[in-house]
């Protein structure tokens, strides 16, 4: 009786988990969706303070780039650290 219910759950818990799974277009759809999101947000900031195209504007589109690509950087460390606390990643 004990095993048929650890099965039935383990089953059970084995089936969630396919249905909770997205598929590679929709993780896809997702990330260009928040890059569209992103890149509107950016170019209204810096269409505030210069034309599109001029040199203002670029440069502040650049510094928007760089500033996320730091951010990034810092997030992925951060998590790397947290993992080798953790003891994931000792090889590394």
């Known amino acids: 009786m004990v095993r048929k ?3 039935l759950a383990v089953l ?6 396919l249905f909770g ?8 759809a997702e990330r ?11 170019d209204a900031k810096c269409q505030a303070g210069a034309a599109p195209g001029s040199d203002a504007y670029n440069a502040c ?3 928007l780039a760089n500033q996320r690509a730091k951010k990034a950087e810092i997030t992925y460390q951060k998590r790397r650290s947290f993992d080798r606390v953790l003891g994931g990643l000792d090889d590394l």
């Open 21 to 28: 799974c997205s598929s590679r277009e929709d993780i896809h």
């Open 32 to 42: 260009m969706a928040k890059q569209a999101e992103i890149e509107t947000e950016d």
């Open 61 to 63: 589109r650049q510094g």
């Open 12 to 17: 059970l818990a084995f089936g969630a988990g």
């Open 5 to 7: 219910a650890l099965i």
